[in-house]
Structures are given as C-alpha cells and as structure tokens.
C-alpha cells in the first residue's frame, strides 16, 4: 500500500480506520498498536472482535471517537463455519472439548429449520466466556474459575441466518444481525436444538453498516506504511 504521511492526518476533525483484525488479536491490541504508532491519546474501536474471529475493526482517532457509539449501533455481517457434535465451554476454540456426540444423523434440512427458527427477534442468552459484568466482574473471568454466572437473554434480531450444509458436520453460515449479538449464542443454541451440540471453529466479521472488511487495511502494512515527515 501507499505511503501515509502523519501529517496528511486532521485529528482535530477526526480520523476513521478500518483494519481486518489479526486472528488471535485482541480488539485492545489492534487500539493500542495504532495509538503507539499515532502518537495520539484518543483512540479507541466500535465494536469488539473476539481474539479468534477476523475481519473488521473500526478504529476511531482524535474526534472521530465521538462516532463509536454511532458505529457500534449499525448493523454487523459475519461469515464462519461451526461444527457439529462437540462442544467447549466458550463455544469456540479458546477452550477444550467438554463433549462428544454423534451427529451422523443430522440432516441438512435440520439444520437449515433450525437456523430459520433462530432469526427475527430473538431472546438471546449471551456465551458465559463474554466481557458482560455479573456483580461487577467480568463473566469470562467467572467462568474460567469455574463459578457460575447467571446472564440474563437480551433483546436481539437477526435477519439472516443462512448455512450451508454441504461437509456436515462442518457447516458454513452467514448472519446478518444488530448490535449485541453474540455469534457464538447462535451456534450454542442451534446446537442444542438439534440436540447434538456445536462450536465455532471460525468467525469473520465482513461489515458493519455499510463499511466492508475488503475496504479494510491490513494492520501491519498500515502501521509500516506510516511516514514522519
């Protein structure tokens, strides 16, 4: 990519990035490397990313901070694969398998009525490996310990929810969602329905409102591509 010159920047109106995370980055990762490169205070991102998902991070610098919430209100896009018959305790592969069950005869019409059922307005409990606060303390860090966390359903929609079932038990999705929703929920709660189990084997973010992960910087060709005049 081209030179970016720190000087071309106008923090003073604000400045807005949009990176493809890293996997296995946190979205305070991608923040915090931007603000050393920056040399500027006021960064911050609209929207977090698990570390294990990809694709795209809005990242805000001088007054363009006072849009995150108006970013983080839009409405998100994910693409990723889920499996079928196992199970982990944060429903993706941060943890270790916790079960096994046969899902030899699930069928792609199963599938498919299941993920039907999960769009619209929904009720959504959140994943216990999640940053909400239960009596002040983060739900993650209770679950890693082992404690109970009693999360209460929280008002979601999602407007589209298609899968493809073509490598069962693998199967590929695409959710179209609002804000708040929590992918993993989804593919814990289908995985239930069918009574087999599932986790997340991969999650990319691909837009928020009408900002696209292809229109997006990759981060260290952005961070080498910065030029002090």
Not at 16 to 30: G, N, Q
Not at 131 to 144: C, F, L, Q, S, T
Request: some cysteine; hydrophobic content about 35%.
């Amino acid at each position: 990519m081209k030179e970016i010159k720190l000087s071309d920047l106008d923090f003073e109106k604000g400045e807005v990035f949009l990176f493809d995370k890293p996997y296995e980055w946190t979205s305070f990762d991608v923040v915090k490397k931007v603000r050393n490169r920056l040399r500027i205070k006021k960064v911050g991102h609209a929207g977090t990313l698990d570390p294990l998902a990809t694709g795209l991070l809005i990242v805000c610098a001088g007054k363009a901070t006072k849009k995150i919430n108006e970013f983080q209100d839009m409405g998100k896009e994910y693409t990723g694969t889920l499996v079928l018959g196992k199970t982990t305790p944060s429903v993706d592969l941060e943890t270790e398998f916790d079960s096994e069950n046969d899902a030899s005869h699930i069928t792609s019409s199963q599938v498919e009525e299941v993920a039907k059922s999960l769009t619209g307005d929904l009720m959504q409990v959140p994943p216990i490996y999640s940053a909400i606060k239960v009596d002040g303390e983060r739900a993650y860090k209770m679950a890693r310990r082992k404690e109970e966390a009693k999360l209460d359903p929280r008002p979601v929609k999602v407007s589209k929810f298609e899968v493809d079932c073509s490598n069962l038990p693998e199967v590929k999705f695409e959710i179209h969602c609002t804000k708040g929703t929590y992918i993993r929920s989804l593919v814990r709660d289908l995985g239930e329905a069918l009574q087999c189990g599932a986790y997340m084997s991969s999650l990319c973010r691909t837009a928020i409102g009408h900002f696209r992960v292809e229109d997006a910087y990759n981060l260290e060709e952005f961070i080498s591509s910065l030029q002090r005049d």
